[in-house]
Nanobody, 127 residues
Framework: QVHLVELGGGLVQAGGSLRLSCAAS????????MGWFRQAPGKEREFVAA????????YYAESVKGRFTISRDNAKNTVYLQMNSLKPDDTAGYYC????????????????????WGQGTRVTVSS
Protein backbone atom coordinates (compact mmCIF):
# COMPACT_ATOMS: atom_id res chain seq x y z
CA GLN A 1 0.00 0.00 0.00
CA VAL A 2 1.23 3.51 -0.79
CA HIS A 3 -0.39 6.88 -0.14
CA LEU A 4 0.23 9.67 -2.66
CA VAL A 5 -0.16 13.41 -2.15
CA GLU A 6 0.28 15.89 -4.97
CA LEU A 7 1.38 19.49 -4.41
CA GLY A 8 2.30 22.45 -6.54
CA GLY A 9 -0.74 23.22 -8.65
CA GLY A 10 -2.04 26.71 -9.16
CA LEU A 11 -2.82 29.49 -11.61
CA VAL A 12 -0.16 30.53 -14.11
CA GLN A 13 -0.09 32.59 -17.29
CA ALA A 14 0.56 30.97 -20.64
CA GLY A 15 4.28 30.54 -21.16
CA GLY A 16 4.92 30.17 -17.46
CA SER A 17 6.17 27.23 -15.41
CA LEU A 18 5.05 25.11 -12.50
CA ARG A 19 6.60 22.19 -10.68
CA LEU A 20 4.34 19.52 -9.30
CA SER A 21 5.50 17.11 -6.65
CA CYS A 22 4.00 13.86 -5.46
CA ALA A 23 5.06 12.57 -2.06
CA ALA A 24 4.63 8.89 -1.30
CA SER A 25 4.31 7.17 2.04
CA UNK A 26 4.02 3.49 2.81
CA UNK A 27 5.84 0.70 1.04
CA UNK A 28 9.29 1.29 -0.47
CA UNK A 29 8.90 4.02 -3.05
CA UNK A 30 11.71 2.65 -5.19
CA UNK A 31 9.66 -0.48 -5.94
CA UNK A 32 7.06 1.51 -7.92
CA UNK A 33 7.01 2.86 -11.43
CA MET A 34 5.38 6.29 -11.27
CA GLY A 35 3.17 8.20 -13.66
CA TRP A 36 1.46 11.55 -14.05
CA PHE A 37 -1.97 11.79 -15.67
CA ARG A 38 -4.31 14.71 -16.16
CA GLN A 39 -8.00 15.24 -16.65
CA ALA A 40 -9.63 18.36 -18.01
CA PRO A 41 -13.31 19.12 -17.38
CA GLY A 42 -15.51 17.03 -19.65
CA LYS A 43 -12.57 14.98 -20.93
CA GLU A 44 -11.13 11.58 -20.17
CA ARG A 45 -8.04 11.13 -18.05
CA GLU A 46 -4.94 11.15 -20.22
CA PHE A 47 -1.34 10.09 -19.79
CA VAL A 48 1.25 12.83 -19.29
CA ALA A 49 4.54 11.21 -18.25
CA ALA A 50 6.00 8.17 -16.51
CA UNK A 51 9.29 7.17 -14.92
CA UNK A 52 10.44 3.69 -14.03
CA UNK A 53 11.47 2.78 -10.54
CA UNK A 54 15.20 3.41 -10.81
CA UNK A 55 14.90 6.04 -13.54
CA UNK A 56 15.91 3.62 -16.27
CA UNK A 57 13.27 5.03 -18.60
CA UNK A 58 11.08 8.11 -18.92
CA TYR A 59 8.06 8.40 -21.17
CA TYR A 60 6.07 11.43 -22.31
CA ALA A 61 2.87 12.16 -24.15
CA GLU A 62 3.52 13.82 -27.49
CA SER A 63 1.59 16.89 -26.34
CA VAL A 64 4.08 17.62 -23.53
CA LYS A 65 7.34 16.31 -24.98
CA GLY A 66 10.03 18.97 -24.83
CA ARG A 67 8.06 21.07 -22.32
CA PHE A 68 7.55 18.77 -19.33
CA THR A 69 10.15 16.78 -17.42
CA ILE A 70 9.43 13.94 -15.01
CA SER A 71 11.97 13.05 -12.35
CA ARG A 72 12.12 11.25 -9.04
CA ASP A 73 14.12 11.25 -5.85
CA ASN A 74 13.85 7.83 -4.23
CA ALA A 75 15.61 9.06 -1.10
CA LYS A 76 12.80 11.59 -0.62
CA ASN A 77 9.97 9.29 -1.80
CA THR A 78 8.95 11.96 -4.28
CA VAL A 79 8.26 12.24 -7.99
CA TYR A 80 8.23 15.59 -9.76
CA LEU A 81 6.74 17.05 -12.91
CA GLN A 82 8.45 20.20 -14.14
CA MET A 83 6.12 21.96 -16.55
CA ASN A 84 7.50 24.73 -18.76
CA SER A 85 6.01 26.74 -21.60
CA LEU A 86 2.54 26.06 -20.28
CA LYS A 87 -0.44 26.47 -22.56
CA PRO A 88 -4.14 26.95 -21.78
CA ASP A 89 -4.69 23.39 -23.09
CA ASP A 90 -2.60 22.14 -20.16
CA THR A 91 -5.34 23.23 -17.78
CA ALA A 92 -6.47 20.13 -15.89
CA GLY A 93 -6.38 18.22 -12.65
CA TYR A 94 -3.03 16.46 -12.43
CA TYR A 95 -2.76 13.09 -10.72
CA CYS A 96 0.22 10.99 -9.80
CA UNK A 97 -0.03 7.22 -9.78
CA UNK A 98 2.07 4.27 -8.66
CA UNK A 99 2.44 0.94 -10.42
CA UNK A 100 3.79 -1.91 -8.29
CA UNK A 101 4.48 -3.99 -11.40
CA UNK A 102 6.88 -3.02 -14.15
CA UNK A 103 4.83 -0.96 -16.57
CA UNK A 104 7.14 -1.99 -19.44
CA UNK A 105 6.94 0.66 -22.13
CA UNK A 106 3.46 1.01 -23.56
CA UNK A 107 1.97 -0.17 -20.28
CA UNK A 108 3.27 2.96 -18.62
CA UNK A 109 0.84 4.98 -20.76
CA UNK A 110 -2.26 3.13 -19.53
CA UNK A 111 -4.08 4.33 -16.43
CA UNK A 112 -5.39 0.84 -15.65
CA UNK A 113 -1.83 -0.37 -15.07
CA UNK A 114 -1.50 1.80 -11.99
CA UNK A 115 -2.50 0.59 -8.59
CA UNK A 116 -2.55 3.72 -6.43
CA TRP A 117 -3.61 7.28 -7.15
CA GLY A 118 -3.34 10.62 -5.44
CA GLN A 119 -6.19 13.07 -4.99
CA GLY A 120 -4.87 15.40 -7.65
CA THR A 121 -3.79 19.01 -7.87
CA ARG A 122 -5.38 21.63 -10.10
CA VAL A 123 -3.39 23.48 -12.77
CA THR A 124 -4.98 26.44 -14.53
CA VAL A 125 -3.19 28.20 -17.37
CA SER A 126 -4.62 31.54 -18.40
CA SER A 127 -4.19 32.98 -21.89
Amino acid sequence: QVHLVELGGGLVQAGGSLRLSCAASGRAFSTYDMGWFRQAPGKEREFVAAITRNDENRYYAESVKGRFTISRDNAKNTVYLQMNSLKPDDTAGYYCAADRNYCSGVGCFIAQHYDYWGQGTRVTVSS
